[in-house]
Nanobody, 128 residues
């Protein structure tokens, strides 16, 4: 029913910038929150940004604060992740998630993978 599609990934040099976007299908879909997680092989999925769609509150882990910015695009169910000052350790598969209730969003904004709709992921590689 609901599909999330990430775009904007690719290869970037250290110190560079990249902008990811995530679009949720369906104009009637109004997630309580949306977020971005990343994962590298052998490690668990890690939250990097989240946003409550109602109030626009944003959440970041210390590892990306000041470098990553999550925001809503023109549509309420579309978000972007602006990444700057990228580091090789930012290399990962990035996933967009949409939380549909209070419980799932409590996890998502706390950078814990929660129940919701997940995109297929998009690769971000930071390398010289």
């Amino acid at each position: 029913e609901v599909q999330l599609v990430e775009s904007g990934g690719g290869l970037v040099q250290p110190g560079g910038s990249l902008r990811l976007s995530c679009a949720a299908s369906g104009d009637t879909f109004r997630p309580y929150c949306m977020g971005w997680f990343r994962q590298v092989p052998g490690k668990e999925r890690e939250g990097v940004a989240a946003l409550r769609t109602a109030g626009g509150n944003t959440y970041y882990p210390d590892s990306v604060k000041g470098r990553f910015t999550i925001s809503r695009d023109s549509a309420k169910n579309t978000i972007a992740l602006q990444m700057s000052s990228l580091r090789p350790e930012d290399t990962a598969m990035y996933y967009c998630v949409a939380g549909v209730n209070i419980a799932s969003c409590a996890n998502i904004v706390a950078m814990r993978p929660g129940f919701g709709y997940w995109g297929q992921g998009i690769q971000v590689t930071v390398s010289s």
